[in-house]
């Protein structure tokens, strides 16, 4: 695969992706403190935690590593007051073929990640947390043990944060290499020194019956960056101009990453007029548009999808491929998913029994084996 560093174009709003392969930066606390790094902390530590939880909610933020489940509502799950801890788990077992965001921001930017865990657990009470990441990343946890001993220095983490009385801890845990621990009761499984079998829910809900059977948050590592900027610019605001990382790969011109709003462009402008294209001569015929485990689209196909008129009723439209928006809703509706963000790219040179069977001999290299489908 070709270098994934691209220069933004013009189209981009990048956020989240701000910093990676600026040039200039570092990923050590300096630089990120010159550039307003844990302003938006000391804004938070200021608020009341709901209202910290009232505008994650109001943004929309949705989790960037799989389902898209409201970020918001999770949080809600967790009870003030309760008898148990609560804990809060960064999942950075980014394994999903196709994907590689995460390892960007942690190599690059992991600041910006570690202050969008800190007031998370701020906002749902977490005193511990815990960065779980895929053991085949030892480089990226060097670098988050050493911005974790520049946190604390500065601090940021310990004991009576900013003066505040909220004490927190971060530990990096890293795993073993499974791809099942990107679940995240699996992950969790493996925390406790399990076998990494995902839990059946209900009643193993994490937010219930987490880590240790206590309330547990579960995020990836670009919906917890997401938190910092949310408080910055406020749920509402955010809300309309909120991103989502993008990873090309396969038959484009132009690998790489990007980011642009949610919703803000369609599946043939990310492939023509960001990626250059396909190879010369060459035809679209698939794309996977949210990793290995989302469902492929077929170019040959036309999607049916309901749109809102200006009257507000509602109006069935029949469109291709090139034209559905990449957004958790759309991606939905055509019968796939927005995933993990990894968009790969067949054109008509593949050979979808050969692409098909690769998958699944690494799934059936993967699957715990748990449930009867996988068996």
Known sequence: MASTTRTAHPREKRIIFKNIDRPGWTNDIGCYLGDGGYEDLKKAIAMNPQDIVNEVKASG??????????????WGFIKPGGSKPVYLICNADESEPGTFKDRYIIHQDPHQLLEGMIISCFAVNARLAYIYIRGE????????????????????????????GFDLEIYVF???????????????????????????????????????????????????CHVKHIVRMGGAEYSKVGTRVLCVSGDV??????????????????????????????????VIPGGSSAKVLSAKDRYKIKKKQPDGSMAENEIGLE???????????????AGSGGVIVMDDSRDMVWALNNINEFYAHESCGQCTPCR
């Open 323 to 337: 034209d559905v928006a990449i957004d958790f809703d759309t991606l939905a509706a055509v019968g796939s998913m």
């Open 253 to 286: 011109q132009r690998q790489g990453y990007c980011e642009f709003e949610v919703g803000g462009i369609t599946m043939g402008e990310l492939i023509y007029d960001v990626c250059g294209g396909l190879k010369p001569g060459r035809t679209l015929k698939a």
């Open 174 to 224: 890293r795993g073993a290499g499974a791809y099942i621990c990107g679940e995240e009761t699996g992950l969790i499984e493996s925390m406790e020194g399990k076998r990494p079998y995902p839990r059946i829910k209900p009643p193993y809900f994490p937010a219930v019956l987490g880590l240790y059977m206590s309330p547990t948050i579960v995020n990836n590592v670009e919906t917890l």
């Open 137 to 164: 990343f030892p480089l990226g946890a060097k670098i988050l043990e050493r911005a974790l001993a520049e946190a604390r220095e500065r601090g940021f983490l310990g004991k009576n944060i900013l003066g505040s």
């Open 61 to 74: 933020l949705r989790g960037r590593g799989g389902a898209g489940f409201p970020c918001g509502v999770k």
